[in-house]
């Protein structure tokens, strides 16, 4: 079985832009770091027996003609602008690329959001891949992974992700609705949120006869607990009637400052005891923490401490 390791994704010419997301409607990470990352540049055709099989597969599937400069599709043996020869070991690992994305049981992470790692990816070769500090998927600079957090694995030729026991979660990004409970949290922007039941009141009057004084109340079945690092609360806003909606401006609870957030960004809603969260097609997406495990689809996004990783299975 193939050792699975990261590989750079080729770099296509471009002007320069801001480091924003605009790819699959993700404004949290650049496109140039979520497809691009830099170029390690053509292997000489004696630098070929240094690198790995994920690697050549990878000089294969992008490789550039080294006589003129010029792309050469793949399965093509010679250059049609100067006609030079594609070397054998890149025919050969082009062999391999097309084997391998006819295999309907592999999949790929590509990290979108990684903090100088943007644009790496990640072949689920084996049956299991621990993601964390000292996992097979290793990101030791991320104080925010647990050591041991998540596992991606397959199960009857589905992709699975499980947290394992991890100290800040693993989120999935919500499509459309979702239910939720009281207790969970999720991200929107940069911010995290926890989802609680308002107090019962005790509107009373003390041993002595007298209410305590407030302010005016509104009718309410649910707060939002906006959540710091370190695990501290921030905010606590109740919301008024049956939803709350959270976005950069004109909601219940407004973020300005927050460049990833989108003017109108989610919505909380309670109807007969049950509760909603729905991601008002934001640029960024709203995410959810896991509370078991769940399959993956096409084109999904994790967030995993701070990286964030879109899922790509083979359709082929």
């Given amino acids: 079985m193939m050792a699975m390791r990261p590989v750079k994704a080729p770099q296509a010419k471009q002007e320069p832009?801001?480091?924003?997301?605009?790819?699959?409607?993700?404004?949290?990470?650049?496109?140039?770091?979520?497809?691009?990352?830099?170029?390690?540049?053509?292997?000489?055709?004696?630098?070929?027996?240094?690198?790995?099989?994920?690697?050549?597969?990878?000089?294969?599937?992008?490789?550039?003609?080294?006589?003129?400069?010029?792309?050469?599709?793949?399965?093509?043996?010679?250059c049609g602008r100067c006609g030079e020869a594609v070397p054998p070991e890149i025919l050969s690992?082009?062999?391999?690329?097309?084997?391998?994305?006819?295999?309907?049981?592999?999949?790929?992470?590509?990290?979108?959001?990684?903090?100088?790692?943007?644009?790496?990816?990640f072949h689920l070769q084996a049956e299991q891949h621990i993601v964390g500090r000292d996992g097979q998927l290793p990101f030791p600079d991320d104080p925010f992974v647990s050591p041991r957090h998540a596992n991606f694995f397959y199960r009857n030729g589905k992709l699975v992700v499980r947290d394992e026991r991890s100290?800040?979660?693993?989120?999935?990004?919500?499509?459309?609705?979702?239910?939720?409970?009281?207790?969970?949290?999720?991200?929107?922007?940069?911010?995290?949120f926890r989802l609680d039941l308002n107090p019962k009141p005790t509107d009373g009057a003390g041993p002595d006869g007298t209410f305590f004084y407030s302010s005016p109340k509104h009718p309410s079945s649910f707060r939002l607990v906006q959540i710091l690092q370190g695990g501290s609360v921030g905010m606590t806003v109740c919301a008024r009637g049956n939803a709350l909606q959270i976005g950069r401006e004109g909601g219940d609870l407004n973020f300005p400052g927050d460049l990833y957030m989108s003017g109108a960004h989610c919505r909380i809603e309670e109807s007969d005891g049950r509760f909603s969260l729905t991601?008002?097609?934001?640029?960024?997406?709203?995410?959810?923490?896991?509370?078991?495990?769940?399959e993956l689809g096409h084109g999904d996004y994790v967030f995993i401490g701070r990286k964030l990783l879109r899922v790509e299975l083979n359709t082929n």
């Fill in 167 to 192: 100290l800040n979660g693993v989120y999935m990004r919500v499509r459309g609705t979702v239910e939720v409970t009281p207790g969970d949290t999720f991200l929107a922007g940069e911010q995290l």
């Fill in 279 to 294: 991601d008002n097609s934001s640029r960024n997406g709203t995410y959810l923490r896991l509370k078991s495990e769940r």
């Fill in 93 to 121: 690992a082009q062999t391999l690329f097309f084997g391998d994305m006819q295999n309907p049981a592999r999949a790929k992470l590509i990290l979108i959001r990684g903090e100088g790692m943007d644009g790496l990816s």
């Fill in 17 to 78: 832009t801001p480091n924003r997301a605009t790819e699959s409607g993700d404004e949290r990470a650049a496109p140039k770091a979520a497809i691009q990352s830099e170029s390690r540049g053509q292997a000489a055709p004696s630098d070929f027996a240094t690198l790995s099989q994920e690697e050549l597969m990878e000089q294969a599937r992008h490789y550039v003609c080294r006589s003129c400069s010029s792309g050469v599709p793949m399965g093509h043996k010679f």
